[in-house]
T-cell receptor
Framework: DGGITQSPKYLFRKEGQNVTLSCEQNLNHDAMYWYRQDPGQGLRLIYY???????QKGDIAEGYSVSREKKESFPLTVTSAQKNPTAFYLC???????????????FGSGTRLTVV | GQQVMQIPQYQHVQEGEDFTTYCNSSTTLSNIQWYKQRPGGHPVFLIQLVKSGEVKKQKRLTFQFGEAKKNSSLHITATQTTDVGTYFC????????????FGEGTQLTVNP
């Protein structure tokens, strides 16, 4: 079955450590996105990529880094520079937007990151 | 960047009552999408609206896009306990590329 996979589901990090969250999709989607969700709040865009080897900052990119070396993969690194990294991280993918009704995002099941 | 306001933030209803959430933008939108996130889950795409004044239905759910393409609503008729979750609108501006800006969501609870 086609889908988008995030791993790990839960992640604990010590302060001062970098950590990388995995996101893989086999939907042949062109674009991939990383969002952060804090309890009871909406989704805030961290980074997105519309094509391999290219990505753009979202609204809250500081303290995060990404790469897009393959169409299927868009890993997110939470660096020690991120002041408050404890959150629910959601990866999504989509075809590039058009007028088709099928251009919604497909989300992974998320990674819950806790800094200890 | 694009901003989208969504109200109400919370809504508690008795099973069988109707529910509506509203989404507003100060700028004209290219399209708007709606998502549902169950408690502990991830957002799931429901629908996309593209045309001015468009109305779409999915069983008990009715989605509308305003004539000026600056607002949208989701109405659920006769809520059921399975409707529990947070409903998000997500908007694409006319120069946004593929990125969406999400509203803050409306968290719906349904009392049986």
């Amino acid at each position: 079955d086609g889908g988008i996979t995030q791993s790990p589901k839960y992640l604990f990090r010590k302060e001062g450590q970098n950590v990388t969250l995995s996101c893989e999709q086999n939907l042949n989607h062109d674009a991939m996105y990383w969002y952060r969700q804090d309890p009871g709040q909406g989704l805030r865009l961290i980074y997105y990529s519309q094509i391999v080897n290219d990505f753009q900052k979202g609204d809250i990119a500081e303290g995060y880094s990404v790469s897009r070396e393959k169409k299927e993969s868009f890993p997110l690194t939470v660096t020690s520079a991120q002041k408050n990294p404890t959150a629910f991280y959601l990866c999504a993918s989509s075809f590039l937007q058009g007028l088709s009704a099928n251009y919604g995002y497909t989300f992974g099941s998320g990674t819950r990151l806790t800094v200890v | 960047g694009q901003q989208v306001m969504q109200i109400p933030q919370y809504q508690h209803v008795q099973e069988g009552e109707d529910f509506t959430t509203y989404c507003n933008s100060s700028t004209t939108l290219s399209n708007i999408q709606w998502y549902k996130q169950r408690p502990g889950g991830h957002p799931v795409f429901l629908i996309q609206l593209v045309k001015s004044g468009e109305v779409k239905k999915q069983k008990r759910l009715t989605f509308q896009f305003g004539e000026a393409k600056k607002n949208s609503s989701l109405h659920i008729t006769a809520t059921q306990t399975t409707d529990v979750g947070t409903y998000f609108c997500a908007a694409k501006g006319e120069t946004s590329g593929s990125r969406l800006t999400f509203g803050e969501g409306t968290q719906l609870t349904v009392n049986p």
